[in-house]
């Protein structure tokens, strides 16, 4: 079992809408959890980075939380657009710097 | 672009052909990867040098060669392979080994198909 699941595998929204992605880990000790984008054809890119004290973050139209307890984490994006198509990825990383990567959530905003 | 640079962007090979695949970085990153992401799984580690030194192996065949012949060039040489190993091949890069608060730096990847 992956020590990074992520829900829903995929998602379709209409544009504007809001949406919510999840990831749940097992990895620990926890150092850090990365969320990733990835267009088609592209390489992953970073979106936010999260360590064990924050609870928040923001980046934009995004904002992440981390709750260090339950070992979740959730990606929300709000008024979505067309370009937020792509595959969002979950990654976290233990004490020891291994990183475990999730197997993305793939969302497609239709107009 | 990220700074990190694949070439080529799409490859299709036979089973008993010989290619190699590229990554450069000119981020003056210290440390470089390769990962192999399939279909709705996680991304793999391949590989990993350190200032062009291996210093992980994550059990990979021997059909695909790594050569760091200096910190910003990465290869990846492939023969003999298996349609399993059809895929899009990453290249990423970080400022140190593990970088955890820098992160990685992905290419936009080599996408291979094995016939």
């Known amino acids: 079992k992956n020590q990074v699941e992520q829900s829903p595998q995929s998602l379709i929204i209409l544009e504007g809408k809001n949406c919510t992605l999840q990831?749940?880990?097992?990895?620990?000790?926890?150092?850090?959890l990365r969320w990733y984008k990835q267009d088609t054809g592209r390489g992953p890119v970073s979106l936010t980075i999260?360590?064990?004290?924050?609870n928040t973050k923001s980046n934009g139209r995004y904002t992440a939380t981390l709750d260090a307890d339950t070992k979740q984490s959730s990606l929300h994006i709000t008024a979505s657009q067309l370009s937020d198509s792509a595959s969002y990825i979950c990654?976290?990383?233990?004490?020891?710097?291994?990183?475990?990567f999730g197997a993305g959530t793939r969302l497609t905003v239709k107009p | 672009e990220t700074g990190v640079t694949q070439t080529p962007r799409h490859l299709v090979m036979g089973m008993t052909n010989k290619k190699s695949l590229k990554c450069e970085q000119h981020?003056?990153?210290?440390?470089m990867y390769w990962y192999k992401q399939s279909a709705k799984k996680p991304l793999e580690l391949m590989f990993v040098?350190?200032?062009?030194?291996?210093?992980e192996n994550n059990s990979v065949p021997s059909r695909f060669s790594p050569e760091c012949p200096n910190s910003s060039h990465l290869f990846l040489h492939l023969h003999t392979l298996q349609p399993e190993d059809s895929a899009l091949y990453l290249c990423?890069?970080?400022?140190?080994?593990?970088?955890?608060?820098?992160?990685?730096?992905f290419g936009s990847g080599t996408r291979l198909t094995v016939v």
């Open positions: 040098y350190s200032l062009e030194e291996r210093v």
């Open positions: 990423a890069s970080s400022l140190y080994l593990r970088d955890r608060a820098g992160g990685y730096t």
């Open positions: 990654v976290v990383r233990g004490n020891n710097n291994d990183m475990r």
């Open positions: 981020l003056g990153h210290n440390a």
């Open positions: 990831c749940n880990y097992t990895v620990s000790p926890f150092s850090n």
């Open positions: 999260m360590t064990f004290s924050e």
